[in-house]
């Protein structure tokens, strides 16, 4: 069944692409790091769940099985992964480490892609009776990612840039073996201008999956060739792309 989240927070390594629901600053809850990969050796990783406020923390840690399908992002509930613990509770400066457990063999055989699952933290209201107003909670979606065994074949990108209605959408596939996390995007024309259509994090796109963003920017902002400026996996690339009537 897909999993629909009522308060989302896309965490990752980049500051600018995390998003919180309710009043963060009100919260101790923190996470690090923020993305998790297991290699095909491996069995188990970990992180840390730490309290930096004042009050104490109650958290709940539960993992999902990641795909993309139709150009959505689908999460269901798995046990090919296993948390220990699944519950935690924090005093005021306290951490605890979260194991995230492999329970099955990594991705195998020919062409064999990457494996992804979300691990979703959520703050648990505490002490909220008798307080005036809403009482907010935080809540992380953080990936994680298993490496298949054999060579790691990294992401492979094909894009395209067109019209949807009065809209411009941007698409994006992937036939890699490994995911591709979008960032920083900016359009370059060929006179030097340059259009910045999402200066955080715009998402990720898995093996074997498309997906597609609507962009802010005007028709005006993508001139025919052009070129696409982005950080992916954290790295600078650069693809030419011109704004078409029809997709690819």
Request: net charge neutral.
């Amino acid at each position: 069944m897909k999993h629909t989240w009522r308060r989302y927070t896309e965490c990752s390594a980049l500051l600018a692409g995390l998003w919180m629901a309710g009043d963060a600053g009100a919260s101790g809850l923190q996470v690090a790091p923020t993305t998790v990969t297991l290699k095909s050796s491996q069995n188990a990783e970990g992180l840390w769940l730490s309290n930096t406020g004042d009050n104490v923390v109650h958290a709940q840690v539960r993992v999902y099985h990641w795909t993309q399908n139709d150009q959505q992002d689908r999460l269901v509930a798995s046990r090919g992964l296993v948390i220990s613990p699944p519950m935690v509770q924090l005093a005021p400066g306290d951490r605890q480490l979260i194991r995230v457990i492999r329970t099955g063999a990594p991705p195998s055989g020919a062409n064999a892609a990457e494996d992804a699952y979300r691990l979703a933290i959520d703050e648990l209201p505490v002490g909220a009776e008798g307080k005036r107003g809403l009482q907010f909670v935080l809540h992380y979606s953080l990936p994680i990612f298993i490496e298949p065994l054999g060579t790691k074949v990294g992401p492979q990108l094909q894009w395209d840039l067109h019209r949807r209605g009065e809209d411009i959408v941007l698409q994006v596939s992937n036939r890699g073996g490994s995911h591709a996390q979008l960032a920083s995007l900016s359009y370059i024309g060929t006179d030097g201008h340059r259009t910045e259509i999402n200066p955080g994090l715009l998402g990720y796109v898995l093996p074997g999956a498309t997906m597609q963003w609507m962009l802010k920017p005007p028709a005006s902002a993508f001139p025919a060739g052009g070129t696409l400026e982005a950080m992916i996996n954290g790295e600078k690339a650069l693809q030419n792309l011109s704004l078409s009537d029809h997709p690819r």
